[in-house]
């Protein structure tokens, strides 16, 4: 509990001076945010056995109009995390406040109204279109589910949106499988975009897709960003792709932040030794600084969510740990100017030598 108290903290004070320097008022608040699924053993009498602790105490913001990464291995809670911001999944403890309203506990009946705010675009976009419905009635529901009058009716509001992300506005009474896969990506954009909501939570959007089609999604998300004043958090793996749309990103490991900052601090400069060897893993186009900068390879199997490591949940893994890591859990405290770190001994080195830049 101190730890979190002391993560919500510094969280608070980066991004204050963030507020002040222009980028906007706070729409999303996370605060202690956790959730454990149960394992349980037994047919008839069911007995808990351990938890598995996917999301574990996160404390972050999300600025209105901001891109907010999030990023690290698979495994350690992204999509959770994306699935509780939408309340998709219910937390095990914490906060989650959207626009002002704390939206972490609601039931579903009063979590509906609230969808019209924020929404979601999966990783698969075949998997999160029915293959039974056309496009027009799969790009519709969320008119006819939230009973939003539209001018001209809901056909010409799907075929609006069909046009919007680069679909023919005939391709209205098509189904899902006549599609690409970069196509039926651009369907679920439009069904998260219909409400025009606030907020939308982007899991792995273009990790499933071609890579000659990935740069053709992100642009067109950028450009509905700026048109639409949208607000997004980009959950990836992919840290290139992090790279080129976050203004903001956070590191998580294990289902915790272990970094948080903005997207030139954690690229240019990281602190924790976990960020610093997955940033040293993306290729470099100019061959020289690509030769020239370090390599840091990562021993071991990121640990189970059923039973972390005591301590720093990196320390199995990690060539600077020392006996207060296999004690005490670093907080998430501020290093630099909105530059947050989770670890007794950060890195005091740039990822590729100034000289090289």
Request: hydrophobic share 35%; no cysteine.
């Given at each position: 509990m101190?730890?979190?108290?002391?993560?919500?903290?510094?969280?608070?004070?980066?991004?204050?001076?963030?507020?002040?320097?222009?980028?906007?008022?706070?729409?999303?608040?996370?605060?202690?945010?956790?959730?454990?699924?149960?394992?349980?053993?037994?047919?008839?009498?069911?007995?808990?056995?351990?938890?598995?602790?996917?999301?574990?105490?996160?404390?972050?913001?999300v600025r209105r109009g901001e891109t907010f990464g999030l990023v690290g291995e698979s495994g350690c809670g992204k999509s959770t995390t994306g699935r509780l911001l939408t309340r998709l999944l219910r937390p095990t403890d914490g906060q989650i406040v959207l626009n002002g309203q704390d939206i972490s506990y609601l039931p579903q009946r009063q979590v509906r109204p609230i969808r019209r705010d924020m929404q979601m675009i999966f990783q698969d976009p075949f998997s999160s279109l029915n293959p039974r419905h056309t496009v027009g009635s799969i790009v519709g529901a969320p008119f006819r589910l939230q009973r939003v009058e539209t001018e001209g009716g809901i056909k010409r509001a799907v075929q609006e949106l069909l046009e919007l992300v680069g679909l023919n506005p005939e391709h209205y009474n098509r189904y899902p499988h006549e599609f690409s896969g970069g196509q039926a990506q651009r369907i679920g954009i439009a069904r998260a975009l219909a409400l025009r909501p606030k907020l939308m939570v982007c899991d792995e959007p273009v990790s499933a897709l071609d890579v000659s089609i990935r740069a053709q999604i992100i642009n067109l998300l950028q450009d509905l960003q700026e048109e639409f004043d949208l607000t997004y958090v980009f959950i990836a793996h992919d840290l290139s792709v992090v790279r080129h749309i976050s203004d903001r990103v956070a590191v998580m490991y294990l289902g915790h932040i272990v970094e948080l900052g903005e997207a030139r601090q954690i690229y240019q400069h990281p602190l924790h030794p976990y960020t610093h060897a997955l940033l040293s893993a993306i290729p470099i186009s100019d061959p020289d600084v690509d030769q020239a900068r370090e390599r840091i390879l990562l021993t071991g199997d990121v640990p189970s969510p059923l039973n972390p490591p005591s301590g720093c949940p990196f320390r199995t893994r990690c060539w600077k740990a020392q006996d207060i890591c296999r004690t005490e859990r670093p907080p998430l405290a501020e290093k630099a100017t909105g530059h947050q770190v989770a670890c007794h001994f950060p890195e005091d080195r740039a990822l590729i030598p100034a000289s090289d830049r």
């Open positions: 101190g730890s979190a108290t002391t993560n919500t903290t510094s969280s608070s004070t980066a991004d204050t001076t963030g507020d002040a320097a222009g980028t906007g008022g706070v729409l999303l608040e996370v605060t202690g945010l956790r959730k454990h699924f149960p394992i349980k053993r037994g047919i008839i009498f069911q007995k808990q056995v351990g938890l598995v602790k996917a999301v574990d105490g996160l404390n972050f913001t």
